[in-house]
């Protein structure tokens, strides 16, 4: 049998058939096109679901479940989205709409994080492990967890909204309304800001920085800083250490609280490696509360990429 995973995203719905071993078989997307009526994004998602199914060489009756993994605050007990800003609805009932269009299967939704999350706890980077947290470096910082093999989502299923821990006192202003969240200063969006204050800063004619973005300050994106540095660039190398240290601040929040066994980091700026994680783990292991103990929580790379929510999402 077969497991169908579906990631709906703000750009692009993406599905995939998924085997008992975790691995993708087949996989088709389309555009989202938001916004959208309801009933037009389910007729999507049925679509380039049934096309991932016929790409597989197989049939719906090989379909053993399906799971959607979506942005926002969804209920998986009533199969409801809540409130999703990037797809523009409330109270969504995708559950039953979705079930109508794919004869009957049993359906599930969930954070696309927590899927992601779930993905990297049954085939990824915390493969084997009981607890874990994956945090997603993107547009805004997204988090799950795991508690004993299972998704943590709190009782009203809006659990996890780890970017909007407060890091700075009345700091940066963030979308969500509060200021100083983690989100403001450790996402890629956070770092985009942060390259472009230091570059105002010490005056544009001479920043390394900007003649790396063609002379564009709107051209900074989440590797300008990282890429001076690594030329050698001083207010390259500030940037990224500044950077680095909000993103600690919140890692060590994140391992006081839950202490789990792993701690893996996505998203695209994750993929800097070693020179992101080896001074992240520094600065974590100077301040950590656990720092005497012999057991300490694995900081590591996300494996899985954008599959991660499809594989966590088919298996919900």
């Known amino acids: 049998m077969y497991r169908l995973g579906i990631d709906l995203g703000g750009t692009n719905i993406v599905a995939a058939v998924v085997d008992e071993k975790y691995k993708i078989v087949a996989r088709a997307s389309c555009k989202t096109a938001v916004p959208r009526p309801e009933e037009e994004i389910c007729d999507s998602m049925a679509e380039v679901a049934l096309k991932a199914v016929t790409k597989a060489k197989i049939t719906l009756d090989d379909i053993k479940t399906v799971g959607i993994g979506v942005p926002g605050a969804v209920n998986p007990e009533t199969g409801v989205i809540e409130y999703s800003a990037n797809l523009f609805f409330h109270n969504w009932k995708i559950v039953s709409m979705m079930q109508e269009r794919l004869n009957g299967k049993p359906v599930k939704i969930e954070n696309d994080a927590n899927a992601a999350a779930y993905g990297e706890f049954l085939a990824g980077a915390a493969k084997g492990a009981k607890n874990v947290v994956a945090i997603t470096l993107g547009t805004g910082v997204g988090a799950g967890i795991i508690i004993d093999g299972k998704i943590y989502s709190g009782s009203n299923y809006a659990g996890a909204e780890m ?92 391992i006081n609280i839950f202490q789990p066994d792993i701690l893996c980091i996505g998203g695209g700026i994750s993929n800097e490696g070693e020179t992101l994680l080896e001074p992240l783990r520094d600065i974590v292991k100077k301040e950590r509360y656990t720092k005497h103990n012999d057991k300490q929580t694995v900081i590591c790379k996300c494996q899985l990429g954008n599959d991660a929510g499809i594989i966590g999402a088919a298996f919900l």
Not at 173 to 188: I, L
Not at 189 to 216: H, Q, W
């Open 163 to 254: 970017g909007h821990m407060v890091i700075v006192k009345d700091g940066k202003e963030c979308a969500c309304g509060r200021k100083g969240c983690w989100e403001a200063y450790a996402s890629a969006t956070g770092l985009i800001n942060l390259t472009k204050e230091a570059i105002v800063k010490e005056r544009p004619d001479f920043s390394y920085m900007l003649s790396l973005c063609d002379g564009d300050i709107n051209k900074v994106n989440g590797i300008t800083a990282f890429k001076a540095m690594r030329d050698g660039d001083e207010l390259g190398r500030q940037v990224v250490h500044t950077y680095i240290s909000y993103l600690a601040c919140g890692v060590i929040n994140a």
